[in-house]
């Protein structure tokens, strides 16, 4: 018996959809624009920029005099690793990213060839900085061999080939890697603020939604003093599907619908 008001309810809301206009459709259109009509360039996101790194090989990485004292049990084996970490000059935190290749157990002389990538954010023509700082792992995890050594970005220019720089660390010792700057491709929108698409297409939402709202409270409002309404119906399979249904068929039917900007859902409301 329990499971007879399950059915009623089902046929009631596939009656309801066959007898009825279309559910999940805003009757004024959102403009949005096509998929198949954006092309490559849509996908090249001028404000960030795609930083290669490769860290290479290192040489007579070896600790300074005063660490080889055996009578204090120190000898003067490294075992190196490189921090690789950019920053942003105006706000030194902002964007801030960091990696860390293997350490090299007791090795002068390291070989990593390891790679990493960054996403640079270059808004307002600033790149940053990349920051490379040698560690020592044989002293804890914590102890320098160099100091922060800081290369500019912004003295790099956009290209497919990656440019050698030798980095001296001072007594000798020397760590070579390699760098590109280069155009991101993203599948995704990086940013901080809506997209000039988005937001073009919500101001004719706007006054679509206007128009809604004053024939619905019965006096005129402007589409600047328009509020914008999201609708968002919640996971909960086929009790949530039930209920987002006859919520959409509510709402279309006395006009709500039309004041709607956003109308997203999750899971079973999605049926």
């Not at 399979?237 to 709402?251: E, I, N, P, V, W």
């Amino acid at each position: 018996r329990s499971i007879i008001p399950l059915v009623h309810s089902l046929l009631h809301l596939l009656t309801t959809v066959l007898s009825s206009p279309p559910l999940w459709y805003l009757p004024t259109p959102m403009d949005l624009p096509d998929i198949r009509d954006l092309k490559e360039s849509h996908l090249l996101d001028p404000d960030f920029l795609r930083l290669d790194v490769t860290v290479h090989s290192g040489r007579n990485l070896v600790q300074s005099y005063w660490r080889s004292i055996t009578s204090l049990g120190f000898d003067n084996a490294v075992d190196p690793y490189v921090v690789l970490a950019v920053t942003r000059p105006a706000r030194p935190f902002e964007d801030f990213a960091e990696e860390t290749t293997t350490s090299k157990t007791d090795e002068p002389n390291p070989v990593w060839d390891e790679h990493f990538s960054f996403v640079i954010n270059a808004k307002k023509g600033k790149r940053g900085n990349l920051e490379v700082t040698v560690w020592d792992d044989n002293y804890g995890p914590d102890t320098k061999y160099s100091s922060d050594i800081m290369i500019d970005l912004s003295e790099f220019g956009l290209g497919a080939d990656y440019v050698k720089k030798t980095l001296e660390l001072g007594s000798g010792a020397e760590i070579d890697l390699s760098l590109r700057i280069g155009k991101m491709r993203v599948d995704m929108r990086l940013g901080r603020d809506l997209h000039p698409t988005e937001v073009s297409t919500v101001a004719k939402r706007k006054a679509k939604c206007a128009e809604a709202i004053s024939k619905l409270l019965g006096r005129h409002v402007s589409p600047d003093k328009a509020p914008t309404v999201s609708i968002v119906g919640s996971g909960g399979g086929f009790r949530a599907m039930t209920a987002m249904s006859g919520a959409a068929q509510g709402l279309h039917e006395t006009g709500v619908m039309d004041l709607c900007t956003y109308f997203a859902a999750l899971s079973g409301s999605t049926w």
